[in-house]
């Protein structure tokens, strides 16, 4: 299964993009998806995630409320809207999916994730 996401991009603070994966083959529907970010220097983290139908959502505290998960089931693809970006959202963002997941289930283990899209840079910096 091959993710491709796009949207990154160089913003200033307080500035918005939307972030788009979009996930080859016919079972996207099946899969609870996710966006996982690698600050330069540090580990990967979770930074939203959003279930199968019905539809459940998990974001990670310092995001809340500015980030937006959702997707489109109909073109195979998972977004990203991110608004009243900070210099520490800085990163590499990157899609993955876990095709195991059950209806409305949040997987939060990164090892839970099956397929994996390559990164797109984001930088928030005056």
């Known amino acids: 299964v091959q993710l491709q996401a796009s949207g990154g991009g160089l913003v200033q603070p307080g500035g918005s993009l939307r972030l788009s994966c979009v996930v080859g083959?016919?079972?996207?529907?099946?899969?609870?998806m996710a966006w996982i970010r690698q600050p330069s220097g540090k580990e990967r983290e979770l930074v939203a995630v959003?279930?199968?139908?019905?539809?459940?959502?998990y974001y990670r505290a310092s995001v809340q409320g500015r980030f937006t998960i959702s997707r489109d089931n109909a073109k195979n693809t998972v977004y990203l809207q991110m608004n009243g970006l900070k210099p520490e959202d800085t990163a590499v963002y990157s899609c993955?999916?876990?095709?195991?997941?059950?209806?409305?289930?949040?997987?939060?283990?990164?090892?839970?994730?099956?397929?994996w899209g390559q990164g797109t840079q984001v930088t928030v910096s005056s």
């Open positions: 993955a999916a876990d095709h195991d997941a059950y209806p409305g289930y949040i997987p939060r283990n990164l090892n839970e994730y099956d397929f």
């Open positions: 083959g016919r079972a996207f529907s099946k899969y609870s």
């Open positions: 959003i279930s199968m139908e019905p539809v459940n959502t």
